[in-house]
Each structure stands twice: as C-alpha cells, then as structure tokens.
C-alpha cells in the first residue's frame, strides 16, 4: 500500500519527531499488512517514541505480529497493545533496547504474553517466583526458552523504569539461582544413583553471590560435596564431581535455543587445576594453608544457592572467620598491590578508553576499592560484612570508613556505569564491558538511560563525569577518612577510630602506622590556607606512596620537606596545580634515599618536578652545566667557597637526574615509564659524566684562579678514563682520569711541573673535604706506572713512556680515554698521541689477548667480595659488566684500526658499531647490550634506595622490593627479578665465553 504524498510527508514528519532516523522504512513498515490500522494512532506511535531505538522496536514489533500463528492471535496482541499501557511500554521498551530478545519473541510468539501481568508480586519477584517459571524445563532446551521467558520480564521492568539497576540486578541473581537449582535437578533425574550417594552444595560467588549480576555474564560457583550416610566418601565425591559437571553443560553447552551463560568454577580452591568438588574439610584445609589473598576477598561474595543448602551454608559459616583474618596475613600488603596491578595491565592497550569494567574509573575501582575497605574493617565491625557493592559502600559511610559525600558519588557513578554495561548487553545479549564505537549503538544506549537531548554527546560527558569521580576518589577512598580522624575539624561527622585508622595504615603497607598518623597529624591539622591544601593533596600522595616499596619512608620525606618548605609560597602551589609535579615527587620521595637526601640539602629543587622554567625532568648539557658553574665560581670569595658553590650545583643536578631515572624507570600517569631502558640508562649516564666533567672544570678553574690568577704557567687538561671517559658514570662511581700539562712558552719545566702537581693536589684535596653529599672521588690510578708513577706528566713524558714502555692494559685502558676538562688543544693532542696505541694497524697478536684474558681473571678473582653470589654481582659475576665491557674492549682493539665505528669511548656504541661491521651477530649483540643495560640499571637502583654504591641486590627486603619496583618487577616479585637477572647473565656469558675467551660452544 502506497500512502499520498501528503500524507506521507506527514506521517515522515511525525516520526522524526519521535526520534526515528530512518523515516522512510519506518513508513515502509507502517504500511504493512499487520500495521496498516494502525499506522496513524498517535498512542503507538508515540510509545514507539519512548523507547531506546524507535526503529528497532517498530522492526521488532512488525517480526512479532508477522510470527503469530493466525488472524486472531495477532488481533489479540495488537487490542491488548493499544488497550493496555503496561504492556505496550514493557514491549516495545523491550523490542527497542534488545535485537537478543526480539528474537526470542519471533521464534516463541506467545511469550509476549508474559509481560501482561503488572501486579504487585510481579514487580519485584524473588526466586521462588523465578523457580515457578523454570518449573516445567525437564531439559537443556526447554531451560533455556524458560530462562529467555523470565529475562524477558527483567529486562522489561528494566528498560521501562520499574525497577533500579541494583533490583535489576538482583533479580538476575535470583533468576540464576532459580536456573541453577532447576540445571541441578535435571542432572540429578538423569542419575538418581549418583543424587543417592552425595550432599551436594552449590555456592555462588562473585556478582551471583553478591546479588549483583550482569545481564550476560559467567555465574562463579564453588562445590562442596559430603557423603550420604553409609556411603564411601571417595564414590561420593566422584557422583558430587559428576553431577557437577553435567549442571555445568546443562547452562553452558549452546543449543538449538542458544546457551544460558556459562558456570565458572576456576574460584575453587587450585582454580582449574585442582578437583572440581571437594569436602568442607578439604576446602577448609586448602584456606587455612595455601590460600592467596585474592580468595579470601572472592569469598566475601560467597552465598549458599542450589542443591543441599544447609551444606552450603555450613561452608559459609566455616569459611568467613578466614575471610575476616585475611588483613592480618603477612603477604596481605603485596597481595592488595598486586591484585591492583593486574586489572590494568591485564587490558589491551587498544581497549583501556572503552572498558568500563577495567578501564581506569571503572566499575572494578569501585569494586575493589569497597572490598579491600571491607577486608580491612570487617574483622571487627560485623555491619560490613555485606556481599553487595552498594550495600557494603552504604555501611562503610554510615561507619565513618568511608566519607558520606565521597560514598554517595560513588554510589552514583557506580549505579550510571553499571546502567551503561546492563544496555550495552541487553542488546545482543553478549558478554561485553566495552563501550561501543558506531554511533547508532551509543544513540541507542544513550536514549535508554534518558539522554534525549543529544543522546552520543551526553552519554559520552555523563560517562566520563562519573569515571573521572571514581577515578579520583579510587585512591581517597582509603585515605581521606584517615585526614578526618586525625584533623579533627569536623566534630559531628562519623570518623574512623583510632583503632581503625591504624589497621587501615597498615593494611595498606605503612609499617609504622602511628608515625604515620603522627605526620598526617602535623601536615593537615589545623585551619591554614597550607592545611587545606595538604588535606587536598594528601589523599592522592598516600596512595601513591602506598604504591611503592617503603610508604612509610616517602610520607616521612614528605613531611621534611614540606616542614623546609612550608612558608614558601609556591611549594604547595605546584603540588597542586601541575599534575606532575606531585606524583613525580610521591615517586622520587619514596623510591630510596639517594634522592630523599640530596633534596633535603637543597628543598627547593622540588621546582624540577613540575613543568615551570625550572628546567624539569631534563638532564641539562655539559655546556650548561660549565656555564652554570664557572659563573658561581667567578663569583666565590676563595677556592674553598667556590668548590662549594660547584657542589651545590652538582647535589642539585644529581636530584635533578634521579628524578629523571625514577620517574623514567616507575613512570606516572602523565609520564608512563620509559619503553627504551637502553636509553633512558645512556641518559643518566651521561647526566652525570657530564656533571662530573663540570664539577672538575669548574674546580679547576678555582684552584688556578686562587693560586696564579688567569695565567697557570702550564696548559693543563684532564682526561676522563673508564666509566668516566665512556659517558656512563653511576651515581656513586669514581671518576678515573689522568692529569697532563704543558709548560707554555718561555717556562721552565720544572716550574710548570711544580705548578701543575699544586694545581692536582688542592684539587684533590677540595674534592675531599667531608660533605654529605655523594662523594666525588678522582682517581688517578689508570696513570703511567700506576699509583707508582707521578700523579701528572707533560705531552712529552706520555709520549715517552707509551713508545716505550707502554703495556697491554694500557692500551686497553685508554681505550675509554676522552678529555673532560682544562685546556682543550691539549686534550685534543693527547687523543692524537694515544689513538696508534688503542688502535693499533697490527691489532692484537695472541700472547696479547692470553695476556688481557689472565688480567680480567686475576681482577675477578682478587676484587670479587668474599661470601659474595658471583652470579648477582652486577660488575665481576659472569655475564656482568665487566664480561661485557671487555668483550666489546678486545673487539675494538683487534678491529679499531679498521674500522672507524670501533674508534668510540661509549660500550653500546662500540657494540652496535660490531655489530654493523658483522664481527659479532645481530643476537649476540642484542644479549650483550641487554646484560650491560640491565646490569647497569641494578647498580644504579642499589645506590637509589640504598643511599651507597652497591654491585649487588640487597638482601634486606625493603630494599630488595625498592630495587624490584624501580626494574619494573610489583610487589611479591623480587624472586622473579633475580631469576630474571640470573637468564639474562647466563645468556650474556654465555657469547663471552665464545667470543671473550675463545669458546667454541656454548
């Protein structure tokens, strides 16, 4: 049937109006066969109008009236549409929100008849109501057309307002428990023998348990099976395990009719490895010996719901005093970090913006956040002791744990988000947390929870509104009422009791819970401007500390340094204005003592941390940093005070560049952790060679300046060896370097020589005087002769000596020979006399290499440190730096003649030149750059948290974890970085033997 033009352009008007976007199969459909009477009644078209996706449910309806049997059955179903309201908007609403359900309705038309109903009973039923419309399923087939039946009610009161998404929710649970009982029933008619012989109990966890289940989601179980009287409780627990099994293929296995939703039982003690029923006894032998944090937390949710119920009672009952302990654990603290970390880098990267569940300011925050809160004051308070989010949130408010308008922001956001992830299933009926991309899919979500106006654009704002609230609150969730209690500014507010506040401190990693009160106390008590700012700041910073290996250690820094900053006007202004400057800060503060100590020196070098003119987290150039200095000294009053000023240059820059590692190797939520470790250890590396070289430019300068004035007689330039030379000095290495002089014109050569070892003297002895700073030791003993010969030659005397009586590892020991500092002609002729030595046109014959091979044995062996692990030494044990290090050496001085790419102070380049001229394979490269960097990273982390040099991992736990975390490795893995370390040593040492010392095969 064809409308008039008018008509239609009437008719199209209309339905726009009513939020069609396809007006024109809308009218298609208006005009069929089953429609046609009614294509203009304006009370359908505008219940059409009110629902999720007008098109959809006027397609849907059409589907419907086309699958009824007769004439009469479909006159019946369009009266009762028009006559009754209740239905029509519980239909179409449903029809509308739902292609899964309007499915449904087309293969079992008559089902539509199961919305009629709108009594009382039948807006919120129980499971005894839900069991009633299971009850005549005596098969896996008919179970699911029942089930689809009873959803079908939910999602119509759902989608039509009659009930909120925690009642929606609810009533899913139920329905699956009604399904499960039903599920077991079937099993157990199918084998009355094996039903005989066993109690069998069914106990649902997760969102089951917790009455707080998703339309489409896995139903967590845990069996318990006991022996009948007089029977043998191996059969038993075998007939329990095989009825198990069969009420789990009755709900998962998919049939002509779909599947249900799958039982999961991997929450069961072992998971999937260990036996799928076991005896209360056994379950109760697993939890009191082996059991992991996370088990204890998923069996808050644990509720007795099928099959014998006194059993599964009884296994509540003997589990939850367990649950209630679970705090007082020792591996607690760790177990909580871990559990945290792993949601989030457990989800794609291509993901994280579109998981609700997962994704930051998700639901799981919320979730996790109200349970660990529930672990932690449940052994004492018995109202918390709730398996349903909401329930559990509201008690936690009403106990003082957590704050009321904190609670109610996330009751919202949690009830929004939870809306949005029941819609987005409803409607095919699928397992999903992501937020769809088409836009007709986010139209259609939106226009079902409200948002009419601008349905994608709203739905996206009120998304992102609610996730940023539980994405800021996730973490002051746990902290905030901590600042209530010991601020005490609010007297008629519910507030954490000491008692309380302690457990949490310390549920939360802080060992010393009330110093850590204590410092809370000090930093935001009070009615000052600076306290309200810490009660803001606070919340965030703790947990950040809390994050780290010694929160105790961080909050305490904290307090130092903003008790030496506390009047100044920007300090707090920083924290709290740039995003990065207080997490880079929460990082640096509790990562060790290295950079702790070196702030407390100089406090205001918190200005690095932010995003100002300060500089940030960027190591300056040697340029700069000669600038910097050369200024300060110029204007110091003697060479003591100028030395002075360099080191307070220095103790800045080193802060500056622990920063950098720090925050480089943890990373930030602005600033995520550096992919390229290689890099980032080239970075600090030459950071603080080239703060070394500025330091000792500049010291020099001071001793010249105080002694002769601008005019030394002698031209004077230092030269950088080893790590020094090769840009890759550690935070506590000392700087090798070689002195040497040439009297200018016109001077004698024993006055320039006297001037020149004055010149060497007082530098040393500046250097050395006591300071609290990292010591900053020269050490000349790479020269001619050794600590035998003089502490500084001329050009000539090198030159001499080297034509003469150079030796083997000397050549090899300036092969990492580059000036630093002084007169740079001089440092230039110096690399031109050496160059024929290190790189010689001959290479090297083999009584050279037998004689570096014994000279690196004998070092290993004399240097190693008695009682020391050689295989976690990162400098001397096998596959360490050393065994890298002089592998690439003996390439360059076999090879450097020949190849310019060798001629390099820097061991990753001289590798990757090796590389490139094919004297060593691309995987044999990549092993050794891997143990070199990864070595390097652990000397550097030892002097991070340990405050000290240090070539191997601690033993003490704290710092063993500290040195963890700044690797990359979370809480409870430090076992994991040293078996980590260990295989990349191996490997690594592995090409040494074959290409250091000759091995054929490895």
């Known amino acids: 049937m064809t409308a008039a033009p008018g008509r239609r352009s009437s008719t199209f008007t209309r339905?726009?109006?009513?939020?069609?976007?396809?007006?024109?199969?809308?009218?298609r459909l208006l005009d069929s066969a089953e429609l046609v009477l009614l294509r203009d009644d304006p009370v359908l078209l505008e219940a059409l109008g009110g629902t999720a996706d007008p098109d959809l449910a006027l397609l849907g309806l059409v589907r419907l009236l086309e699958a009824q049997p007769n004439p009469g059955a479909r006159r019946e179903l369009l009266d009762t549409l028009i006559a009754a309201k209740p239905l029509r908007d519980r239909l179409l609403g449903v029809l509308g929100a739902s292609t899964a359900l309007a499915d449904h309705l087309t293969r079992h038309p008559d089902d539509w008849q199961a919305l009629v109903m709108y009594e009382a009973y039948d807006l919120h039923p129980g499971v005894e109501e839900f069991e009633a419309g299971l009850a005549e399923a005596t098969d896996p087939v008919s179970l699911r057309v029942a089930y689809r039946r009873c959803l079908l009610s939910i999602a119509a009161r759902d989608v039509c307002g009659t009930t909120g998404v925690a009642e929606s929710a609810a009533e899913l649970a139920d329905l699956a428990t009604a399904t499960l009982r039903a599920a077991l029933g079937i099993a157990e008619a199918a084998a009355p023998e094996d039903a005989a012989q066993c109690r069998l109990a069914v106990v649902a966890m997760g969102k089951c348990g917790g009455h707080e289940l998703n339309y489409v989601s896995d139903v967590d179980v845990i069996f318990v099976g006991e022996a009948t009287e007089g029977t043998d409780e191996t059969k038993a627990v075998r007939a329990a395990t095989r009825l198990a099994s069969h009420m789990m293929?009755?709900?998962?296995?998919?049939?002509?009719?779909?599947?249900?939703?799958?039982?999961?039982?991997?929450?069961?003690?072992?998971?999937?490895?260990?036996?799928?029923?076991?005896?209360?006894?056994?379950?109760?032998?697993?939890?009191?010996?082996?059991?992991?944090?996370?088990?204890f937390q998923a069996l808050l949710k644990a509720r007795p719901v099928a099959g014998d119920l006194d059993l599964g009672a009884e296994y509540v009952a003997a589990v939850q005093p367990l649950v209630w302990k679970a705090a007082e654990r020792e591996n607690f603290v760790p177990d909580v970090q871990k559990m945290r970390r792993r949601v989030v880098e457990n989800i794609p990267l291509a993901e994280v913006d579109r998981q609700l569940k997962l994704g930051p300011g998700g639901l799981r925050d919320v979730e996790f956040a109200v349970q660990l809160l529930q672990l932690v004051h449940g052994r004492t308070d018995t109202s918390l002791r709730s398996g349903t989010t909401l329930d559990a949130l509201k008690a936690l408010a009403s106990g003082g744990y957590v704050g009321r308008a904190d609670a109610a922001q996330l009751d919202e956001a949690y009830r929004f988000l939870r809306s949005m992830e029941h819609r987005i299933q409803l409607f095919r009926l699928r397992r999903t947390h992501l937020v769809p991309e088409d836009e007709a899919e986010l139209r259609r979500i939106g226009r079902s929870l409200g948002l009419r106006a601008d349905p994608v654009a709203d739905l996206h704002r009120e998304w992102r509104r609610h996730a940023t609230v539980v994405r800021r609150l996730h973490e002051k969730l746990f902290y905030r009422p901590l600042?209530?209690?010991?601020?005490?500014?609010?007297?008629?507010?519910?507030?954490?009791?000491?008692?309380?506040?302690?457990?949490?401190?310390?549920?939360?990693?802080?060992?010393?819970?009330?110093?850590?009160?204590?410092?809370?106390?000090a930093l935001a008590s009070g009615v000052t401007r600076k306290a309200a700012i810490q009660r803001t700041l606070l919340p965030v910073l703790l947990g950040w500390f809390a994050d780290s290996a010694d929160p105790d250690a961080g909050l305490l820094n904290f307090r130092k340094v903003s008790d030496a900053l506390g009047k100044t006007p920007w300090y707090l202004r920083l924290l709290r204005d740039e995003g990065a400057a207080a997490q880079n800060l929460a990082r640096v503060l509790s990562a060790g003592r290295l950079a702790p100590d070196l702030l407390m020196r100089a406090p205001e070098a918190v200005a690095l941390l932010g995003d100002g003119d300060g500089g940030g987290l960027?190591?300056?150039?040697?340029?700069?940093?000669?600038?910097?200095?050369?200024?300060?000294?110029?204007?110091?009053?003697?060479?003591?005070?100028?030395?002075?000023?360099?080191?307070?240059?220095?103790?800045?820059?080193?802060?500056?560049?622990?920063?950098?590692?720090?925050?480089?190797?943890?990373?930030?939520?602005?600033?995520?952790?550096?992919?390229?470790?290689?890099?980032?250890?080239?970075?600090?590396?030459?950071?603080?060679?080239?703060l070394t070289a500025a330091t000792l430019a500049g010291t020099l300068r001071a001793v010249v300046r105080e002694g002769w004035g601008d005019s030394l007689p002698t031209r004077f330039a230092i030269i950088g060896m080893g790590r020094f030379g090769g840009h890759e000095l550690g935070y506590g290495s000392d700087a090798d370097v070689l002195f040497v002089h040439e009297p200018r014109d016109g001077v004698d050569e024993h006055e320039a020589g006297q001037?020149?070892?004055?010149?060497?003297?007082?530098?040393?002895?500046?250097?050395?005087?006591?300071?609290?700073?990292?010591?900053?030791?020269?050490?000349?003993?790479?020269?001619?002769?050794?600590?035998?010969?003089?502490?500084?030659?001329?050009?000539?005397?090198?030159?001499?000596?080297?034509?003469?009586?150079?030796?083997?590892?000397?050549?090899?020991?300036?092969?990492?020979?580059?000036?630093?500092?002084?007169?740079?002609?001089?440092?230039?002729?110096?690399?031109?006399?050496?160059?024929?030595?290190?790189?010689?046109?001959?290479?090297?014959?083999?009584?050279?290499?037998?004689?570096?091979?014994?000279?690196?044995?004998?070092?290993?062996?004399?240097?190693?440190?008695?009682?020391?692990?050689?295989?976690?030494?990162?400098?001397?044990?096998?596959?360490?730096?050393?065994?890298?290090?002089?592998?690439?050496?003996?390439?360059?001085?076999?090879?450097?003649?020949?190849?310019?790419?060798?001629?390099?102070?820097?061991?990753r380049e001289a590798l990757a030149a090796a590389r490139a001229a094919g004297l060593i394979t691309e995987e044999d490269a990549a092993t050794l750059d891997e143990a070199w960097v990864l070595a390097t990273r652990v000397r550097n982390a030892v002097m991070l948290v340990r405050g000290r040099a240090g070539d191997t991992f601690p033993t003490e736990p704290r710092e063993l974890a500290a040195v963890g975390r700044y690797l990359g490795y979370g809480p409870g893995h430090a076992g994991d970085m040293l078996d980590a370390y260990r295989r990349t040593a191996r490997r690594a040492r592995g090409v040494v033997e074959e290409l250091f010392y000759g091995v054929a095969e490895r």
């Open 15 to 27: 339905l726009l109006r009513h939020g069609f976007t396809d007006a024109t199969a809308a009218e």
């Open 249 to 295: 293929r009755i709900c998962s296995e998919t049939t002509v009719e779909g599947s249900i939703w799958p039982v999961d039982a991997n929450l069961r003690p072992e998971g999937r490895n260990g036996p799928l029923v076991r005896t209360l006894s056994s379950h109760l032998a697993y939890y009191q010996r082996w059991a992991k944090t996370w088990e």
């Open 483 to 521: 600042l209530d209690a010991v601020a005490q500014l609010a007297p008629g507010e519910a507030r954490l009791r000491p008692e309380a506040a302690r457990e949490r401190m310390v549920a939360l990693g802080y060992a010393d819970p009330a110093s850590a009160l204590r410092h809370l106390e």
């Open 618 to 690: 960027e190591p300056r150039s040697r340029t700069h940093l000669e600038q910097e200095i050369l200024a300060a000294v110029k204007r110091a009053d003697g060479a003591a005070q100028a030395v002075t000023a360099a080191r307070g240059v220095r103790r800045r820059e080193l802060f500056r560049t622990a920063a950098v590692d720090i925050v480089g190797s943890y990373g930030t939520e602005e600033q995520p952790a550096e992919a390229d470790q290689g890099a980032l250890v080239d970075r600090i590396g030459g950071a603080v060679s080239d």
């Open 755 to 907: 001037a020149a070892n004055k010149v060497v003297s007082e530098m040393r002895r500046l250097l050395q005087i006591p300071s609290a700073d990292p010591p900053l030791l020269v050490d000349a003993d790479l020269r001619p002769e050794g600590k035998s010969g003089p502490l500084v030659r001329t050009l000539n005397s090198y030159e001499a000596y080297y034509r003469r009586w150079s030796l083997t590892w000397e050549s090899h020991a300036l092969l990492r020979a580059e000036p630093v500092a002084g007169d740079e002609d001089l440092g230039r002729r110096f690399i031109e006399l050496i160059d024929p030595l290190r790189y010689r046109a001959d290479g090297l014959d083999d009584e050279a290499v037998r004689e570096i091979r014994r000279l690196k044995a004998r070092m290993e062996s004399e240097r190693l440190p008695r009682g020391a692990d050689p295989k976690l030494h990162a400098k001397l044990g096998p596959g360490g730096l050393s065994d890298v290090e002089w592998t690439v050496q003996l390439l360059q001085l076999r090879h450097g003649s020949a190849e310019p790419g060798l001629r390099t102070t820097r061991t």
